[in-house]
T-cell receptor, first 116, second 116 residues
Framework: AQSVSQHNHHVILSEAASLELGCNYS??????LFWYVQYPGQHLQLLLK??????LVKGIKGFEAEFIKSKFSFNLRKPSVQWSDTAEYFC??????????????FGKGTKLSVKP | DAGVIQSPRHEVTEMGQEVTLRCKPI?????LFWYRQTMMRGLELLIY????????DSGMPEDRFSAKMPNASFSTLKIQPSEPRDSAVYFC??????????????FGPGTRLTVL
């Protein structure tokens, strides 16, 4: 079955540490890829997305992600995390049927806790 | 724009009761999505609409769940009868619904449903 996998359930870092959250999708073909963030008590909001062009995508709040087609991966990175980055992060990909209406398959999420 | 609006924000009900969740998408958006978020299963797509028409309801767990979109500015998700295992946060999201599948989904604040 088509799926999006996030390798880490919970990541704990100290402020200023570097962050990399893994994401893999299980199917080939053209996919559009997204990272969403859910801050405590808030709704999901878009961090960044990739659908073509430069595979290194820059998003809000200093986040970036790199699409590596050969590895079916779209890992999220940030060179130096802050306490305010504490949140849950979701990777998502358009469904393999092309997702013409934009329906997404979400990973299970990675909780990031940043210690001050 | 006020963003995606959901009501109620919290709902507590007893097993066997009917529950209706409501969503108002962002004006001008053509696609609407209903998701369920639980600790065990993460974020699951239940159903999505494009131009008020249900496109894929394969994520709806069983016949107790139904969703409607009578017009472009309103959708409901109904559970009848409700069961304790339906307890979750239900999110509504909307997007422009363009054919490329690159559109950002904008999420509402969610409805936290507790079935006793």
């Amino acid at each position: 079955a088509q799926s999006v996998s996030q390798h880490n359930h919970h990541v704990i870092l100290s402020e200023a540490a570097s962050l990399e959250l893994g994401c893999n999708y299980s199917y080939g073909g053209t996919v559009n890829l997204f990272w969403y963030v859910q801050y405590p008590g808030q709704h999901l909001q878009l961090l960044l997305k990739y659908f073509s062009g430069d595979p290194l995508v820059k998003g809000i709040k200093g986040f970036e992600a790199e699409f590596i087609k050969s590895k079916f991966s779209f890992n999220l990175r940030k060179p130096s995390v802050q306490w305010s980055d504490t949140a849950e992060y979701f990777c998502a990909a358009t469904a393999p049927n092309g997702g013409s209406q934009g329906n997404l398959i979400f990973g299970k999420g990675t909780k990031l806790s940043v210690k001050p | 724009d006020a963003g995606v609006i959901q009501s109620p924000r919290h709902e507590v009900t007893e097993m066997g009761q009917e529950v209706t969740l409501r969503c108002k998408p962002i004006s001008g958006h053509n696609s609407l999505f209903w998701y369920r978020q639980t600790m065990m299963r993460g974020l699951e797509l239940l159903i999505y609409f494009n131009n008020n028409v249900p496109i894929d309801d394969s994520g709806m767990p069983e016949d107790r769940f139904s969703a409607k979109m009578p017009n472009a500015s309103f959708s409901t998700l109904k559970i009848q009868p409700s069961e304790p295992r339906d307890s979750a946060v239900y999110f509504c999201a909307s997007s422009l619904g363009g054919l490329a599948g690159t559109d950002t989904q904008y999420f509402g604040p969610g409805t936290r449903l507790t079935v006793l």
